[in-house]
């Protein structure tokens, strides 16, 4: 798992893309903004993903440079490897945003994790939001816990639905009913959904929400 919190003023993220991401050229600085734009946060999640392939395989800037993230029409990210490289090809890789957060996993294309991050501290109307769009048992774990609360459930919510690479209407769409724990620093849990069964893990880090997720037994 690897988290960074960036802005686009940071030197570090500046560096960052310019190192690892050069094609973006001098574009990159006609996407400075207080809300960074789709293709800036892309942009920094490619840096990263390069990154840290030569940290780990030891591969040449040169090679990681051709490793890029394309998406299917669902908008799940995947990889796309050079063939010339020593990397293992049966990368799977999940991302989140959230505000100047952001988030990605790696791991085995035949067990893949994935990966939510929720800024916990955002305000929001969280009551009334669970009440149009959560289940009744849901709604009253929101009304038991809070802020918190709220962000477990759409964290679970979001993080099962990219292990199905799926979108957020079909993540308001699960019932979690009455299976996550009380909300904690880190915890986990085994729920079940759609027949199968699944580890969700949860980590409170600074003032965000990490969820994961993956099939159980796996």
Known sequence: MYTLKYTTESPETMALLQK????????????????????????????????????????TLDQVSRVLIHREASGAPYLILPETSSLPSNFHISISHTGPWVAFIL????????IDIED???QRAFTEIASSIFSEQ??????RYGALGFYYLWGAKES?????????PFA?????KDQLPSPSQ?????????????????????????????????
């Open 20 to 59: 690892f991401c050069p094609e973006e050229g001098e574009n990159i600085s006609l996407k400075k903004s207080k809300r960074p734009s789709l293709s800036f946060r892309r942009a920094v999640v490619l840096a990263l993903v390069r990154r840290l392939l030569i940290e780990e395989f030891h591969i």
């Open 186 to 218: 880190n915890s986990r849990c085994f729920i079940e959904y759609n027949h199968q069964k699944f580890l969700l893990t949860f980590l409170v880090n600074d003032t965000v929400l990490i969820t994961t997720c993956k099939e159980q037994g796996k």
């Open 107 to 114: 791991s085995d294309l035949k067990n893949p994790t994935t």
């Open 138 to 143: 849901e709604q009253n774990y929101v009304e």
């Open 160 to 168: 099962l639905a990219k292990w199905y690479k799926q979108d957020l």
């Open 172 to 176: 308001l769409g699960i019932d979690l």
């Open 120 to 122: 916990s501290q955002k």
